[in-house]
């Protein structure tokens, strides 16, 4: 009865985050540091690993899922370990790799409020058009509302199955992506309770479907490996292996990238990467809300501003927690300066029509792409051809 309980318990209790990924930036006592972003405080001491990033029942009471997940974790673990020591992996498992990254990325409890918001936001257009159609008039303030309301009522574990359905059906659809493990040998990466991260920088303007032409992934697995798959048909890289070291720069633009996309907390081995997330966002929001303050006094020196600044602060230490950088932290540099757009593909970023799909059929390109341009076609055709190749 007593194991028939346990088993019960670790059913219930539901990581988002495997444990097999936590337990990588924790100390021989299985704990680690956390910085709380909503607080935004950091944990003056380290915790266990076990206790954070899950939820009763997340993927459901049945089991179903939380087995499906563990077999992938079982899978995923023992080649983690493999890119961590620096040993080589084979294509299959290399593909094990990819597909752990993206049942990770739509298995956290920010994947659900990321696909609620998009609830919301496609609700409060469709409700004054059908309110119109009704002969009623809505105002977009109340329509806001609802449909905020309707999206917080969906329940979360039917959408995180949703998520993990979606993950089995497209399996297999990071495969063509290039992976490469970024090395920091000088510095921690952070990680966070949504630990993988997914740019484009070709397609800007929403190209971040698994299927998209430019899309990165960027996954830390140990405080010295980050995991990255890029499209090397649209990108060049300045790092081809972990033989080569990201600088500390670099790696504190990964982690700040971290903080962006994190829902609820950061953590880390060390104390020192979370303080210097910490201060480069209080500095970025904090400090510059209390510069506008003291200009707007009519003070005007630089230094005196600075101190004044620093004197409040120690005077008011509870001020960090009531102006939350968290909240309005919002992207503001290219965070992956070592990955660049080939040259070809260079005039076409951010423009509408230019993002396509990397499996498009080389044979049937889709009429937009020609308002785009001849050249652009053509330029299409070429990467769709190499990729084959490849």
Known sequence: LCGKENSMLNQKNQHYVPQSLLKNFSNCNKQFYVFKLLKNSIINHTVPYSSQCYTNYFYGKDGKWENIIANYEA?????????????????????IIKNFILFQDLRTE????????????????LIPI?????GLDIP???ALAYAHKIANETNRTDTAIKYMEFAEENKDSLR???LIVLNSPNYEFISSDHPVVIENKFDTQGGLGVLCAGIIYLMPISPHKCVMLYDDGIYDCAYKNSNNPLSIEEVKLINHYQYLHAREL???????????????????????????IYKSLGMIDPILINIAISN?????PELPQLIIPKIYAKKEKDYIPFVSVKKEFVPYIANLNSGFSRFTDVNDIPIKYYCVGANYVNLIKSYLEKKKVN
């Open 110 to 125: 920010k994947a659900v409020d990321l696909n609620h918001h998009m609830l919301a936001e496609m609700y409060s257009k």
């Open 176 to 178: 063509d992506l290039k």
């Open 75 to 95: 899978t995923a673990t023992p080649i983690v370990k493999k890119l961590i020591e620096g040993i080589d992996i084979s294509n299959y498992e290399e593909l």
């Open 130 to 134: 059908i309110a119109q159609q009704e």
């Open 266 to 292: 950061a953590y880390a081995y060390g104390l020192e990467a979370l303080q210097d997330v910490k201060l480069y966002f209080d500095n970025l929001y904090i400090d510059k809300f209390l510069r506008d």
């Open 140 to 142: 977009k303030s109340r």
């Open 312 to 316: 409040f602060k120690k005077a008011h």
